[in-house]
């Protein structure tokens, strides 16, 4: 089956929130919606979705460059697709656009305990980097 990637349109917001939603990415305490429009403000060009030829969206992500690292969020791939090769092919497309942009590193966050997305960014290369992950909430999606 032949996908395409291609730039997130506002159109595809709440097909982009159920992929998340069936892939165990949301959180109570981050507000996907609200992720999105915020991803719309800073390099949107860097939101990307992949599509069927019936255009139904089967895979999406965001990266960032901070012109120190990249970054990969928000990766997810239709389940009965994963192991098709598409994440590959998103991270692929991702690892391109960053390095357009000068981006000597990738980093990505996989919740601990998820050993199937660890082994396959352990398969395109990536590895432990033995830091401790840390966060402060700003603003409060409630």
Not at 81 to 89: D, I, N, V
Not at 98 to 126: H, M, W
């Amino acid at each position: 089956m032949v996908h395409v990637i291609r730039p997130f349109a506002p159109a595809d917001t709440e097909a982009v929130v159920a992929l998340w939603e069936s892939c165990g990415l949301v959180r109570p305490w981050n507000d996907p919606r609200r992720d999105i429009a915020r991803k719309l403000t800073v390099q949107p060009e860097l939101f990307l979705v992949a599509t069927q030829e019936s255009g139904t969206v089967v895979a999406a992500g965001m990266a960032g460059f901070d012109g120190h690292r990249g970054w990969v969020n928000y990766l997810a791939v239709r389940p009965d697709l994963q192991g098709s090769g598409l994440g590959r092919r998103m991270m692929a497309e991702f690892e391109r656009l960053l390095l357009d942009l000068g981006c000597p590193k990738v980093n990505l966050q996989v919740r601990t305990g998820n050993e199937n997305v660890i082994g396959f960014y352990a398969s395109l290369g990536y590895t432990d980097d033995h830091t401790v992950s840390m966060g402060k909430r700003l603003i409060a999606d409630d």
